[in-house]
């Protein structure tokens, strides 16, 4: 069964950290894009961060660049998403996703497989 699940969220004060951890079961995540999403209350899904397993880049969206960092560890099957300098308007359900794709792309309907989400609650 494929699968991608998701932790390491939680609540945690303003300009504290979070780790998320996106693990796959399945599928091997060597030559996917994986992307984490995320969607806050009474607002559309938007695009966080990727990276790439097959030429290993990564991409930011400008609201977490210098803040947030992507990786991945092929070996564990496992991305990561470290979370930094964290605002409340952080806030939301952060999704990951994979998609077979080279390079990465920030179109939601490209994305095979999902999690379930985690919940990041930056308080003020």
């Known amino acids: 069964e494929v699968q991608l699940v998701e932790s390491g969220g939680g609540l945690v004060q303003a300009g504290g950290s979070l780790r998320l951890s996106c693990v796959a079961s399945?599928?091997?995540?060597?030559?996917?894009?994986v992307t984490w999403f995320r969607q806050a209350p009474g607002k559309e899904r938007e695009e966080v961060s990727c990276?790439?397993?097959?030429?290993?880049?990564?991409f930011y969206a400008d609201s977490v660049a210098g803040r947030f960092t992507i990786s991945s560890d092929i070996r564990k099957n496992t991305v990561f998403l470290q979370m930094n300098g964290l605002k409340p308007e952080d806030t939301a359900v952060y999704y990951c996703?994979?998609?077979?794709?080279?390079?990465?792309?920030?179109?939601?309907?490209?994305?095979?497989?999902w999690g379930q989400g985690t919940q990041v609650t930056v308080s003020s």
């Open positions: 399945g599928f091997i995540i060597e030559n996917y894009a």
């Open positions: 990276v790439s397993t097959t030429d290993g880049n990564r």
């Open positions: 996703a994979a998609a077979n794709i080279a390079g990465c792309s920030w179109n939601w309907y490209e994305y095979d497989y």
